[in-house]
């Protein structure tokens, strides 16, 4: 009997160590340890501290809790170089790793301005979307983590820019346009394949690697769609120019579904071959009204050379939703005439084929293709003293995130394990060749000796026939 007790013991003790080292899980470590830090923080407050309770906590892990914000990854661990794009909720730097020395994106987010518009804020999609695709189309995501202010994501940077930045460079021709409308439907369907929405899709989204090629970003506008493949939300989301007419009829009970992306991919097509977008109004107002009567505001305006095809992969993205390419399947959208071409472009071999415009680049920090910012003077939203415990960091709990190590991971586990045999045979290969190394010294020495007693035999054979 007491071997069946310890038998379930250790069963279930197995159970919880598969929780803690399951990178992916609510309850893995990063997110133990995030619990501590947020706890810790909340806390830390002097109307809290006066608590007997609190009191006792504080001072039995403060030691604990420093030691977290100092082993842990933090902004200290980069230089930052410049300032690179500005959001609603923070802004983005380009930074390098002290000690790897690579080069990466760091967007920063304020805790403060997250709680405060929790309804529009989906940073938790753009974490787990960036930290899971594993996609040449999608930026990825390297490492999430988080101090008493801010969240942070540390991202690929993209060098060549937005597609904002080429357009305003080019004139895009058609088979250009054919080329970088692939690349985005191939993002698409990778995001839509992971059951999220982007909802706003437009060209200052899709940034260019170092070779030209296009990425998706900026995923803190998605959402996850229901088992019957629709969102349901109450907010107006995305930007004017580019909204579907059932994303902007969503304020109260919006449902919809993936196609109000390829309606974005439309007006995308229709911005590059025309140089502005199809409903363009000088009022907000207007643009809004053209959208919602598309049927009569769509219009090809006769100076600018387009094919057939394109004018019908354009109509049959900009129309309503019940009709859209795309709303049963990307195969809609794949298959259409539009993207027939000379240039020997498939959906499954673009990715080794060399883009139209690949940047010039003066070095892995190169920013040419970014805009200039100035320092932003404007007050950051922060956290007010609070008088009770309110919790303001429980909600980031679980936010850290590592691409290449995750602390007692079955896979970091192994990998240490690795390393261990790796450096007893390194170890054991060094005092091999250290024994070496002091047998060719006793081989010298004798070799010298043998030298020396050569010279003196050659000195006195010398002397004697003299």
Same mark, same amino acid.
């Given at each position: ?43 830390? /407050?002097?109307?809290?501290?006066? $608590? ?50 690579? #080069? ?23 974490? /787990? ?23 942070? *994501? ?15 460079? &080019? ?8 080329? &970088?409308?692939?690349?985005?439907? $191939? ?23 170092? /070779? ?12 996850? *769609? ?21 994303? $902007? ?62 004018? +019908? ?59 200039? /910012? ?26 850290? &995130?590592?691409?290449? &190590? ?5 896979? +970091?586990?192994?990998? *240490? ?24 010294? #006793?081989?010298?020495?004798? $070799?010298?000796?043998?030298? *020396? ?14």
């Amino acid at each position: 009997m007491n071997t069946i007790q310890d038998d379930d013991r250790r069963r279930r003790l197995r159970l919880l160590e598969d929780k803690i080292q399951d990178s992916r899980g609510k309850g893995n470590i990063d997110s133990l340890l995030d619990t501590v830090q947020a706890l810790y923080t909340d806390c830390d /407050y002097p109307a809290i501290k006066k $608590l007997k309770n609190v009191e006792v906590y504080l001072n039995r892990y403060d030691d604990f809790a420093s030691d977290i914000i100092n082993l842990r990854m933090n902004t200290d661990d980069f230089e930052h170089i410049k300032v690179i794009g500005r959001g609603a909720f923070g802004k983005v730097q380009l930074v390098r790793h002290k000690y790897t020395r690579q #080069v990466y994106a760091m967007k920063r987010l304020s805790k403060a301005d997250l709680i405060k518009r929790s309804d529009s804020a989906f940073f938790w999609e753009e974490r /787990y979307i960036m930290a899971h695709a594993k996609s040449e189309w999608i930026v990825q995501l390297h490492f999430a983590f988080q101090d008493s202010k801010h969240l942070y *994501m540390v991202m690929d940077y993209m060098p060549g820019g937005d597609i904002v930045n080429l357009m305003s460079d &080019y004139d895009i021709p058609e088979t250009w346009a054919k080329f &970088y409308t692939m690349e985005i439907v $191939l993002a698409l369907d990778v995001i839509h394949s992971m059951g999220f929405v982007h909802r706003d899709v437009k060209p200052d989204n899709m940034l260019l690697d170092k /070779y030209g090629h296009l990425k998706l970003a900026d995923f803190g506008t998605c959402m996850r *769609m229901d088992e019957d493949g629709l969102v349901r939300s109450n907010n107006v989301v995305g930007t004017p120019d580019y909204i579907s007419p059932e994303v $902007l009829q969503s304020h109260g009970q919006g449902i919809y579904g993936r196609e109000c992306d390829w309606w974005s991919v439309g007006i995308f097509l229709y911005e590059m071959l025309v140089g502005e977008t199809p409903f363009y109004a000088d009022s907000l107002l207007g643009t809004y009204n053209k959208i919602m009567y598309h049927e009569s505001n769509l219009t090809f305006p006769e100076e600018v050379e387009m094919s057939n095809e394109s004018k +019908s992969f354009i109509k049959g993205l900009l129309c309503d939703r019940s009709k859209r390419l795309g709303r049963n399947s990307v195969d809609e959208i794949r298959s259409h005439p539009f993207f027939v071409n000379d240039e020997g472009w498939t959906f499954d071999n673009l990715r080794d084929m060399a883009p139209p415009v690949v940047p010039e680049l003066s070095g892995d920090d190169d920013t040419s293709n970014f805009d200039d /910012y100035e320092k932003d003077e404007t007050p950051e939203e922060v956290f007010p003293v609070p008088n009770t415990f309110v919790g303001n960091h429980l909600p980031f709990i679980g936010f850290t &995130y590592n691409s290449d &190590y995750q602390l007692l991971s079955k896979e +970091s586990v192994d990998s *240490m394990s690795s390393d261990m045999t790796d450096n007893k045979h390194t170890n054991a290969q060094v005092t091999k060749l250290e024994m070496l190394l002091e047998q060719e010294k #006793v081989n010298v020495e004798v $070799l010298e000796a043998k030298q *020396m007693q050569l010279l003196a035999q050659i000195e006195a054979i010398a002397q004697r026939s003299k």
